[in-house]
């Protein structure tokens, strides 16, 4: 039995989306493609990614979260200043107004992953969880991408 073009393209789409992170929900907060940059060995700190979309009426603020071999996660942003990078923690998290989205990438806010107990490798995805100020916990999975990944690779997800 030789396989079909069709069939060959159907098994490819579920392959993918097999290897793609799964998106979570809690309550009226979605969270699309939770992701991770590989780190290097040695490395104690790393950083994680995601779109939040809020599709109720009222707001909410992302305040933290756990990462699976991470002793903490805090909610931080990246700014220039002429050529100075500048990371710091957002004390009060991250507001996602109703029916907006906020998207974590590199280059801005994100999710700092402090005292990592050992290096995020690419391919093995990683557990953790996204704490909300009105919605609670929700468990997410990351996708580790490699270490000097962008977001554009996630643009169709």
């Known amino acids: ?3 079909t073009p069709l069939l060959l393209a159907a098994a490819i789409c579920l392959l993918a989306s097999l290897a793609m992170a799964e998106d979570a929900r809690i309550g009226a907060l979605e969270i699309v493609h939770p992701w991770a940059r590989a780190t290097p060995k040695g490395a104690s700190t790393g950083a994680a ?3 939040i979309k809020n599709t109720g009426s009222v707001p909410d603020r992302l305040v933290g979260g756990t990462v699976a071999g991470a002793a903490r996660v805090e909610v931080h942003e990246m700014t220039m200043d002429g050529n100075v990078m500048r990371m710091r923690e957002l004390k ?3 507001e996602i107004k109703p029916g907006e989205s906020a998207t974590l990438k590199p280059g801005g806010v994100h999710l700092m992953l402090l005292e990592l107990k050992t290096p995020l490798e690419r ?3 990683v557990k953790g969880t996204l704490v909300f ?5 929700v468990e997410v999975q990351y996708d580790v ?4 990944a962008t977001p554009s690779g996630h643009s169709g997800h």
């Open 133 to 137: 100020e009105r919605a609670g916990t």
């Open 49 to 51: 990614y995601a779109t």
């Open 1 to 3: 039995m030789k396989p």
């Open 123 to 125: 391919g093995k995805p």
């Open 145 to 148: 991408e490699a270490v000097g």
């Open 92 to 94: 009060g998290g991250l």
